[in-house]
């Protein structure tokens, strides 16, 4: 399983991005994956997840801005981001494991390489 993330950039506080996530795997549509984010100094935190039934799961820092959808036609995963804060300031990886959504990053056996996320106040 491969992963590519993209989509990150220089934002204004209250303002949006878009981030989506390639995936190359076999069976796309059994696997699960995640948005992780780390911020400089900080240990990196789970933001979102998808499940293959395609049920989503929210850090609570992020519920009501963040939507997490999924693609299986196109393979992808993507991370639209609303209302934007200085504190989702952060390098955005996404990751993939072949069971459930979980928040620990420890659980996810793919990751592709992050995609910095820069919000301005």
């Known amino acids: 399983v491969q992963l590519q993330a993209s989509g990150g950039g220089l934002v204004q506080a209250g303002g949006s991005l878009r981030l989506s996530c390639a995936v190359s795997?076999?069976?796309?549509?059994?696997?699960?994956v995640a948005w992780f984010r780390q911020a400089p100094g900080k240990e990196r935190e789970f933001v979102a997840g998808?499940?293959?039934?395609?049920?989503?799961y929210y850090a609570d820092r992020v519920k009501g801005r963040f939507t997490i959808s999924r693609d299986n036609a196109l393979d992808t995963v993507n991370l639209q981001m609303n209302s934007l804060k200085p504190e989702d300031t952060a390098v955005y990886h996404c990751?993939?494991?072949?069971?459930?959504?979980?928040?620990?990053?420890?659980?996810?056996?793919?990751w592709g390489l992050g995609t910095l996320v820069t919000v301005s106040s």
């Open positions: 795997a076999r069976t796309f549509s059994s696997i699960a």
């Open positions: 990751a993939a494991r072949s069971k459930a959504v979980v928040v620990q990053a420890g659980q996810y056996a793919y």
């Open positions: 998808i499940s293959v039934s395609s049920s989503r």
